[in-house]
């Protein structure tokens, strides 16, 4: 390899391996602000902030280990002599595992932020009747009853509230 080339790639590993654990030390503790720039940056991602921190905290963990691989990859070709295949065979795994990895970080937080986002969409049901605004007696299944109450014929107390309470 090429001293120019073997030099020109050490230095890009060595700029992008910190590069990527600041990111993954700040998507892990919470404090990357949603932004366009940096960290995972999809349509459910960016939707709200809760989708973006949880799709960087999930995503740290691979892009810790893409920066880290960066990093031994870049000092091993700055280690490394002229000659043989040394130099090519650990640039190609210096880079290929840099990319893999972060790539395999993005998607599992990408995932995580869709399913976040569905998650949120979903409109909460209680499988019953709607109730109308009678907000304080709750859901009501289709005979009318809460659900959870007895609907056999056991005798009924009205309690304090008015609902009838099973003895």
Do not use: H, K, Y
Not at 20 to 35: E, I, K, S
Not at 121 to 128: H, I, K, L, V, Y
């Amino acid at each position: 390899m090429p001293p120019t080339l073997r030099l020109v790639l050490a230095v890009l590993l060595l700029l992008a391996g910190p590069a990527l654990a600041v990111l993954a030390l700040l998507g892990a503790t919470g404090t990357l602000p949603r932004n366009r720039f940096a960290g995972v940056r999809t349509p459910a991602s960016l939707r709200t902030a809760d989708a973006f921190a949880l799709a960087n905290r999930v995503a740290a963990g691979p892009l810790g280990a893409a920066g880290l691989i960066a990093l031994v990859g870049g000092g091993a070709l700055l280690a490394t002599g002229r000659g043989g295949a040394t130099p090519w065979v650990l640039a190609a795994l210096a880079v290929a595992g840099t990319v893999v990895m972060a790539g395999f970080g993005g998607s599992m937080g990408a995932r995580a932020a869709a399913v976040t986002i569905a998650e949120q969409q979903a409109a909460p049901t209680c499988g019953g009747v709607c109730a109308g605004c009678d907000l304080v007696a709750g859901c009501r299944n289709a005979t009318g009853t809460q659900p959870g109450s007895a609907t056999t014929g056991s005798t009924t107390t009205g309690s304090r509230d008015g609902d009838a309470t099973a003895d």
